[in-house]
């Protein structure tokens, strides 16, 4: 049984724990299900988000006997799962993007008060940044969001992906360059592509 002491243990130990105890690896859940929650959401939108974070906990949990207990932090892990989800959506999310580009409408509930002043400011760019993002290639653009929306540093993003720091690094210096020349210059996420 999960106990709160459970919070005080690295992520690794709370999988490994897991394989005698299942029940312990709902903290696993507790911890990292809102991030995941949000990359997905911003993918292929809220409804769809439901769906495959429950699937990613699933397959996490399914999976979890085959964890690497050497890397302690188990995010870039389950970016990983919900990232190979997420490509079985991809005619979805391409269509999600043409959309959102096309309405400025985000999938992600904000409060009232941010989402009409955030709207009015940042509709077309939103639009903009959806259609650069529709443009990418799927390699690009996953490496792109796991570094943007997820977070992940360029050895969380490659250990994510199971690919090279180095195709990382090329990746998305290619996608800042596609989205800049898409938005002319300009893109809302300045900050969060250029760390």
């Known amino acids: 049984m999960a106990t709160t002491r459970d919070t005080d243990l690295t992520d690794a130990e709370l999988i ?3 394989w005698t105890d299942p029940e312990r690896f709902a903290t696993l859940f507790d911890r990292h299900h809102r991030p995941i929650h949000r990359y997905v959401a911003r993918r292929l939108g809220t409804q769809v988000a439901d769906d495959l ?13 085959t964890y690497d207990l050497s890397y302690s932090h188990a995010l870039p892990w389950l970016y990983s799962i919900a990232t190979s989800l997420v490509a079985r959506h991809r ?3 391409e269509r999600y993007l043409r959309a ?3 309405t400025g409408v985000d999938p992600l509930p904000e409060p009232i008060a941010d989402q009409v002043t955030g709207r ?3 509709q077309e760019q939103e639009r903009r940044l ?3 993002l529709a443009g990418l290639s799927q390699g690009d653009r ?4 796991l570094v ?3 977070d992940l540093s360029y050895e969380e993003t490659a250990q994510a992906l199971s690919v090279p720091v180095g195709t990382v690094r090329s990746r998305l210096h290619r996608a800042r360059r596609e989205v800049r020349k898409t938005l002319g210059g300009n893109h809302p996420l300045a900050t969060s592509l250029e760390n």
């Not at 996953?142 to 969001?145: A, G, K, P, Y």
């Open 16 to 18: 490994r724990r897991s």
């Open 53 to 65: 974070v429950g699937e990613t906990f699933l397959i996490a949990f399914q999976r979890r006997d």
């Open 91 to 93: 005619r979805d999310e």
């Open 100 to 102: 959102l580009r096309r």
């Open 120 to 122: 009015v400011v940042a």
């Open 130 to 132: 959806a259609g650069a």
């Open 142 to 145: 996953d490496v792109l969001l």
């Open 148 to 150: 943007a929306w997820g």
